[in-house]
């Protein structure tokens, strides 16, 4: 079994770094708390004894030897990068319980046949640098490091130049590592595990994620005098296209997501009907046909406006990350190990994207979910119960060391 | 008759400073090209041998000494801020008219019987700092000097700062000057004197204008594991009011005017449910009492949303501008030089809130409009005629004339 005081007593402590009033977190992707953060977790993992690289895209792997170093290592993380007002467990939760079990191993002085590896994959949130889970995603290939270096906050400044702000802009290239498996664990970021009075989920997918940047064009013109008939605005056909939008999450009920987080009306000012408005489109499915029907029902709810008004639109799809299937050795390898602890669990499917989609690609991977409270995340009131946190990382212990073959 | 040549000159020169590419104008109210409009101003009204006064609140008087300075002058005047995507005639036009009465009575050696001051009025767009029409407000005494200075902009800068930061706040106190009647020329923004083929209004009053901060109260949660039916979304309850309240602009026509030039999302990330949506809503209509039902039935709306949901909202007023009739012997003044030029008039009401609303509670005043291509303003192609340009500004000097009996 893990040391529990420990790991919950590094979970809180990290927690400070870009710490909030509210009790939450704002450790955005590549800031100068993101850099403590990972500072603070590079301080640990040399503790513990491992030796640290850094990829060209800023991902970090602390490395514990095994008995065999010319086997596969293996792989176990998550993200340090937050939400703006994100919670003490997403991400962070992951990447300190592979160092938990590292130092575990080190206190029963265990050493594994195969190396293992603890990582740190760079902008997981997407919430600076659209698309999400991009650091994992160019380790697995999914993106090229140009399209990754290009990506843009809002402020205009780029990932690579954010890299080097922070000073992560590592010399590793990226990918090409050799592991022989992959586990994360992380809060489920929804309800069901509470619902269910479980501690542990053993997830054995991930669901599909379309990303868009929908835009209503319409004229510009003054508030006051023009008349309505005489407006082309782009505030009204936004709103009506977003009902339309809504309506496919009941259409394709209970698993289909609809989520509208950012709207942003140009110029955006008061007294003038806007030129355009531009809105952050989220759609989600598990099933890969259906996210593809949801995909051509918002596409044609777009046409037929655009058809039925004057107003013009477009959509831009940013980001597709289809439906996962996990590795059934490493669920059974879960499975096992919630038997083997006594651990309450049921397996399920992950509703939020997560950096083992981009892993699974190209080592054989799965997952590990605890309950959060009132299956908030996202959110500064994000909230995991120390017993979960610990029984999680159990799992995830045992999970490695059937893999690891001690 | 004016100098049309000199007056189209100084109007295309002075379009330069805040120029865009797509031939509008950005001189947003107390930024640099601000600065550098009311300094071009202030040089052309030296050369016309005006004295330049600067009140507290940056409004400028450029003085014409009468005959008998001791009676109270005539006013005209309007704004030099634009809209950040405005364009050449939104209120530098009944500024630099006034300028051009003062030129062309120069041109004719013509002394009126009393001073003719020509004035510049402080953020009348209220695209920076809301409200609109603050200058003019407080020297109407619509609102303290203590008011206009809190007002902030998006960056939290003060309307004081501001002023300050451009070396624009003088040392006269604001109001109390004296007056015998106000004038005002300026673009129609709308479209009827184009439809009807008329050069010029003959404007009676102006509408009534509602300003509001909506906001829609959700809970911030993640876009993927939350169930829809969960979910307390903003984004999903601001659309089903904002179509409630656009179809106040149905029941009210064809005078009601609804304008949403504003959306924002918080924390605005794309994989997070909004934590909530704040919407600028402008309503406008022509009758006090429709005004006012408007406003009560938005009220109800919302209320009757937040009783059915389980989402907060609340309607922050944060501005009212009442209906106006303006002074009868002015808009004759109006009438009897649109006649005596033989220029094609017609009466109406305006849409658009200006200056003259405030200054009209202290001073008779009136306006005067011309046409604008495709009733377009508040957009960089606003466009007006020469011709018209010219006609406007002749029925400004006449009813100049008639009233500072020359
Ligand atoms: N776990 C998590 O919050 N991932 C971000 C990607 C997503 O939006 O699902
Ligand atoms: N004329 C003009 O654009 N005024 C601004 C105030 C308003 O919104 O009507």
Redesign the interface.
């Given at each position: 079994r893990v040391n529990g005081e420990r790991h919950w007593r590094q979970l809180m402590e990290i927690a400070q770094i870009g710490g909030t009033p509210k009790g939450g977190v704002c450790r955005v992707t590549l800031t100068e708390e993101d850099r403590q953060g990972r500072e603070l977790f590079i301080h640990w993992c040399k503790e513990a004894g491992c030796s640290i690289e850094v990829d060209q895209m800023g991902n970090i792997f602390a490395r514990r030897p095994g008995k065999n170093n010319d086997l596969p290592a293996i792989l176990i993380g998550s993200h340090l990068d937050s939400?703006?007002?994100g919670g003490k467990y997403d991400g962070v939760y992951g990447v300190l319980a592979g160092l938990e079990v590292i130092q575990t191993l080190n206190d029963y002085h265990i050493e594994t046949e195969a190396p293992i590896e603890v990582v740190s994959w760079t902008n997981e949130?997407?919430?600076r640098f659209?698309p999400?889970m991009i650091g994992s995603g160019v380790y697995a290939g999914a993106f090229t490091l140009e399209y990754a270096y290009s990506r843009q906050d809002k402020e205009g400044i780029t990932l690579k130049e954010a890299l080097e702000s922070i000073n992560f802009l590592g010399e590793q290239p990226v990918g090409g590592r050799s592991y022989a498996a992959a586990f994360e664990v992380h809060i489920?970021?929804?309800?069901?595990l509470e619902a269910e009075e479980k501690s542990v989920g053993v997830v054995t997918g991930v669901?599909g994620?379309r990303?868009y940047d929908l835009t209503v064009k319409g004229?510009?013109?003054?508030?006051?005098?023009?008349?309505?008939e005489?407006r082309k605005?782009p505030?009204?056909g936004?709103?009506?296209i977003?009902?339309e939008l809504?309506a496919l999450?009941?259409e394709f009920?209970?698993h289909?997501?609809?989520?509208?987080?950012?709207?942003?009306?140009t110029?955006?000012?008061?007294?003038?009907?806007?030129?355009h408005?531009t809105i952050?489109v989220?759609l989600?499915h598990p099933d890969t046909d259906t996210l593809a029907e949801m995909d051509h029902k918002f596409r044609d709810i777009v046409q037929g406006h655009v058809q039925r008004t004057e107003l013009e639109a477009e959509v831009d799809e940013i980001w597709y990350s289809a439906p996962v299937a996990f590795d059934e050795n490493c669920i059974a390898a879960v499975r096992e190990a919630t038997k083997h602890l006594g651990v309450s669990a049921m397996e399920m499917v992950?509703?939020?994207?997560h950096d083992s989609v981009y892993i699974s690609r190209v080592v054989p991977t799965s997952m590990i979910f605890i309950p959060c409270k009132d299956?908030?995340?996202?959110?500064?009131l994000e909230s995991a119960k120390k017993q979960d946190v610990i029984d999680g990382t159990d799992v995830l212990l045992h999970a490695v060391l059937n893999t690891a073959q001690k």
């Open positions: 939400q703006p007002t949130e997407g919430a659209a999400a489920e970021q929804g309800p069901i669901q994620i990303w004229k510009e013109t003054h508030a006051g005098p023009s008349p309505m005489m605005d505030v009204k936004a709103i009506d977003l009902q809504y999450a009941d009920a209970p289909a997501r609809v989520t509208i987080g950012e709207l942003k009306a110029p955006g000012v008061r007294n003038t009907v806007p030129a408005v952050a989220d989600r992950s509703g939020a994207g299956g908030l995340s996202h959110n500064e």
